[in-house]
């Protein structure tokens, strides 16, 4: 037994003086070359060399046991009739000094130490995790960026420490199983240990090996795991230092130590999971399903199992299933362009790649619309953290959470807000834009942050915009500075053309789908001053509009339309000018064309021509007329003057008299006959005198 104990003990001495070399190798690597993780490692080295040194002293403390042990038997057996040995009783155990020394290191000394050691392992992972820099890889401590050099250098070293502490893990895993000598079982901790340095230690080489390629992304996720792999190691000592408190000792029952990790056990004996999993199974069903073919055969594939699965799902990472939606760009060792210079981008469907780390695939939802809240900060639901999205826009009311100001130009002067005043208002300025990728190259690889960069041209452009704009218009021609109103639709055209531009200038790779307006309004403090104001604009508008529409109708019914009559007064201004160049030629040209012009023309114009066209042939018919009338008179005249004299006196007589009774005596010259006439006579009774008609009526 004492060969035994005595070949333990070799094993943990090279151990402790090989994991010693290694500690001190990856911390003076790491601080030669800069990388963190490599002097992460080297703490991660230092604690296993802590658990063997433990061994060392818990065999070499056995071996002086067993070899006390040893000692005693042969002097007992050679000297059976001395005295000083008959004493089987509480006398003979006073002799026995190392195995009551290995009695107290088994039970205070090693539970003790696994709690320091579980202290070591959690402080020494918080203080790792708290000093990570930004690279891991990259730079010796937080906020100190160190220019790292020869990561092939280091690799080497680190596949070095693997590859020795692989061998010296499992040395030491297969005499802790040897079922001939129990008393190896506690090489099973330091032999853990030894595996999952070795399993880093690899990793990290693999890693750094990608550095050179300026693929830092696996190393720096290194430099998380190990502070984060001690924090876990040391609360499982923890914990089992408290178990063990607890848990129930059988004499010459092999109690595991507290800092005999069991994670990483499975790693150095994944036999082990099997046969827990068989005993509780054999326990359940009543008997040894450990024993039946199955058992065994899946006991005997388990790793080839295991592995295979692995494999396979490595293997997956060379299919890349990209959405109707997305788009992906594939980076070959970090380099998303080819050899041709052409990006490597993927459409929808499925695609291959070589594994990761070779091939990563980024997919991003090019076709997906995305949206920025500018000048407002949106409700959000505190159960869902959805945006709550407002039904109405009221002047007279927040809407947001938070909403900012911008400034907009005032239609006042500066004399009508005092001295030194600004003619400039405020508004609030609620802004939906919605976006999305149309060169997902440019949108991740131009920028380090393309959203905030997106948002803050939005706000730029926003700004010049309003600081030009006003809240209403007076014309059209200042339409295209209107926030409100029915500048808004031009407004909005501007203001997303602008932030088009601006994007495409920085190469950010988005198109701008929509932008709103319609949150655009005074502070509600003011809303009923600003409303004031727009009703006053409108009013005014309204007039200069009723006045374009008269002026319009007027020239309408004179001309026939505005265009013509606006002819004929750039007509009648040449002919006036003509006048008064006294240019005799121009003027009669003006005038034929004038008058033309007027003949032409439609409405009130036309009107008036052809009534005064009507009264002039009526006229000129009319004196034709009488000329030819008094021509037949004065023939007739001439033919018979006592004839024509007598017929137009008679025809006097009887214009004049048309309404006059007359009488007609016929009585020769020399006749004295008198007639008397009553003058008074009515000739017409009036109706009071019409009597008797009652009398007719009723016969």
């Given at each position: 037994m004492t060969a035994s104990s005595k070949r333990a003990e070799y094993v943990a001495w090279a151990s402790l003086i090989l994991n010693v070399v290694f500690f001190a190798i990856a911390l003076l690597v790491g601080r030669w070359s800069g990388f963190f993780v490599v002097s992460a490692v080297s703490w991660l080295i230092l604690s296993s060399a802590i658990i063997w040194f433990v061994l060392v002293i818990q065999f070499h403390q056995r071996s002086l046991a067993e070899q006390e042990k040893l000692?005693?038997?042969?002097?007992?057996g050679a000297e059976r009739d001395s005295t000083i040995f008959r004493a089987k009783g509480e006398h003979a155990t006073l002799f026995a000094v190392a195995q009551r020394r290995l009695q107290v290191l088994e039970k205070w000394f090693i539970p003790v130490f696994a709690a320091l050691t579980a202290v070591y392992q959690a402080g020494i992972g918080l203080?790792?995790?708290?000093?990570?820099?930004?690279?891991?890889?990259?730079?010796?401590?937080?906020?100190?960026?160190?220019?790292?050099?020869?990561?092939?250098?280091?690799?080497?070293?680190?596949?070095?420490?693997?590859?020795?502490?692989?061998?010296?893990?499992?040395?030491?895993?297969?005499?802790?199983?040897?079922?001939?000598?129990?008393?190896?079982?506690?090489?099973?901790?330091?032999?853990?240990?030894?595996?999952?340095?070795?399993?880093?230690?690899?990793?990290?080489?693999?890693?750094?090996?990608?550095?050179q390629f300026n693929v830092v992304f696996l190393i720096n996720i290194i430099g998380y795991v190990i502070p984060v792999l001690l924090i876990v190691l040391g609360v499982e000592t923890g914990l089992n230092v408290i178990l063990d408190i607890y848990r129930p000792r059988i004499k010459g029952q092999y109690g595991r130590a507290a800092f005999d990790s069991r994670l990483l056990g499975i790693i150095s004996e994944p036999g082990e999971i099997l046969h827990t999993a068989a005993g509780a199974i054999d326990y359940q069903f009543g008997f040894?399903?450990?024993?039946?073919?199955?058992?065994?055969?899946?006991a005997?594939?388990?790793?080839?199992?295991?592995?295979?699965?692995?494999?396979?799902?490595?293997?997956?990472?060379?299919?890349?299933?990209?959405?109707?939606?997305e788009e992906s760009i594939i980076e070959h060792f970090g380099n998303p362009v080819n050899d041709a210079g052409k990006v490597r981008l993927v459409g929808p469907g499925l695609t291959f790649k070589y594994p990761w780390p070779i091939d990563i695939a980024y997919k991003y939802p090019t076709k997906k619309i995305r949206e920025l809240y500018i000048g407002y900060v949106p409700k959000t639901d505190p159960k869902t953290g959805q945006v709550i999205r407002e039904r109405e826009l009221l002047w007279g009311k927040s809407h947001y959470e938070q909403e900012y100001n911008v400034l907009v130009a005032s239609e006042q002067t500066t004399g009508e807000f005092g001295e030194g005043a600004v003619p400039v208002s405020l508004v609030k300025a609620n802004v939906p834009v919605h976006y999305r990728i149309k060169d997902l190259y440019s949108?991740?690889?131009?920028?380090?942050?393309?959203?905030?960069?997106?948002?803050?041209?939005?706000?730029?452009?926003?700004?010049?915009?309003?600081?030009?704009?006003?809240?209403e218009v007076d014309d059209q021609a200042g339409i295209e500075h209107s926030l409100l109103g029915s500048g808004r639709a031009e407004a909005k055209r501007i203001l997303t053309d602008r932030i088009q531009k601006a994007a495409d200038a920085e190469h950010l790779g988005v198109e701008i789908v929509f932008l709103g307006l319609q949150g655009v309004h005074p502070p509600p403090e003011v809303a009923a001053d600003y409303q004031k104001v727009v009703g006053a604009v409108q009013k005014k508008q309204a007039l200069i509009l009723g006045a374009h529409a008269e002026r319009n109708k007027t020239l309408s019914s004179i001309a026939g339309s505005v265009s013509y009559a606006n002819h004929l007064y750039d007509l009648a201004a040449e002919y006036q000018s003509a006048k008064g160049k006294v240019d005799a030629g121009k003027i009669r040209q003006l005038a034929v064309e004038l008058d033309e012009a007027f003949a032409q023309a439609k409405g009130d114009i036309f009107a008036t021509l052809r009534k005064s066209q009507s009264y002039a042939f009526e006229k000129a018919t009319l004196a034709e007329a009488v000329g030819r009338r008094f021509s037949s008179q004065l023939n007739a005249y001439r033919a018979a003057k006592e004839i024509y004299k007598q017929q137009q006196r008679l025809m006097v007589l009887e214009d004049s008299m048309s309404n006059i009774r007359k009488y007609v005596v016929t009585a020769d010259a020399n006749d004295t006959q008198v007639f008397i006439v009553d003058v008074q006579e009515k000739l017409t009774p009036s109706l009071y005198e019409l009597t008797g008609l009652e009398e007719h009526s009723k016969k």
């Open positions: 000692d005693m038997s042969q002097l007992a203080y790792l995790l708290k000093g990570i820099p930004a690279f891991a890889g990259m730079t010796q401590g937080a906020g100190a960026e160190v220019e790292t050099k020869q990561p092939l250098v280091c690799a080497i070293c680190m596949t070095a420490i693997a590859f020795v502490s692989f061998l010296m893990s499992r040395y030491a895993i297969g005499m802790s199983a040897s079922s001939s000598e129990p008393g190896w079982k506690p090489l099973r901790a330091g032999g853990s240990s030894l595996i999952g340095t070795a399993v880093v230690c690899f990793t990290l080489a693999v890693a750094l090996a990608f550095v040894k399903v450990s024993q039946t073919w199955f058992y065994k055969l899946l005997k594939a388990i790793v080839p199992l295991i592995l295979f699965a692995c494999i396979t799902l490595y293997l997956l990472s060379c299919i890349v299933v990209v959405a109707p939606n949108f991740i690889y131009e920028h380090n942050k393309p959203k905030e960069l997106l948002e803050s041209i939005c706000y730029r452009e926003l700004a010049k915009f309003t600081a030009s704009a006003r809240i």
